[in-house]
């Protein structure tokens, strides 16, 4: 009963902790699904598509899809707006698709608070701070002054790891990718608070 209406799998971490390369080894594995694709101010990098990686758009056009409302979450982070559209989010729930966020803390936040009882939450994580800045500097995307605002906000992130259901350590990509298969697979499984209790009110019916 709870496949008619969907679910939420929100993966949360630092940039560099592997979340892409993971999403990338689960996704044939886990049904149906839909990825959330942010829509961002940040300039497109090389290799970039926009619809493909992110919405690309001006400032002035994210301001006015605030003033819309049409986010269902967003934030500013790194000197740049990121957000979620919530039409094509409620139209993959409504065709049962298990919906994939990759966002930060900030926007697990705003998730929880509007479809936890569908949500299934997971940090994914480095071993160490050290092995972080490692893999950061090894990506050659980013200046030495983002990689600093990157490791000062991972810092902080990973103090809230315990408002998250599940924790990966991403030290060995391949068994990284076998747990959150697991994990994806049993959020499917989470009924939505309205259909238990319509649940208990038939049974109780047929007593």
């Not at 980013?142 to 103090?159: C, G, H, N």
């Not at 259901?165 to 030290?171: P, T």
């Not at 994806?184 to 209790?197: G, V």
Request: net charge negative; glycine share 6%.
């Amino acid at each position: 009963m709870n496949e008619e209406s969907g679910a939420i799998l929100v993966l949360s971490g630092p940039s560099g902790a592997g979340k892409s390369s993971l999403i990338g080894k689960i996704i044939d594995h886990i049904g149906p699904t839909y990825f959330s694709i942010s829509t961002t101010t940040r300039p497109m990098r090389e290799g970039e598509v926009s619809g493909v990686h992110y919405h690309f758009v001006s400032e002035e056009v994210f301001k006015g899809e605030i003033e819309a409302e049409m986010f269902l979450e967003y934030a500013f982070v790194h000197g740049n707006y990121y957000g979620t559209s919530l039409i094509p989010v409620k139209q993959a729930l409504k065709e049962g698709k298990l919906v994939i966020f990759d966002i930060d803390v900030q926007g697990n936040d705003a998730v929880q608070s509007r479809l936890a009882d569908i949500t299934t939450s997971v940090f994914i994580t480095t071993p160490t701070l050290c092995e972080l800045k490692r893999r950061l500097h090894n990506r050659l995307t980013d200046s030495e002054e983002v990689i600093a605002k990157r490791l000062a906000m991972a810092t902080r992130e990973v103090q809230r790891i315990t408002e998250y259901d599940y924790l990966i350590v991403n030290d060995d990509l391949e068994k990284a990718a076998e747990v959150l298969i697991s994990i994806a697979k049993a959020a499917r499984m989470k009924i939505p608070t309205l259909k238990i209790n319509e649940f208990i009110q038939r049974w109780e019916a047929q007593g």
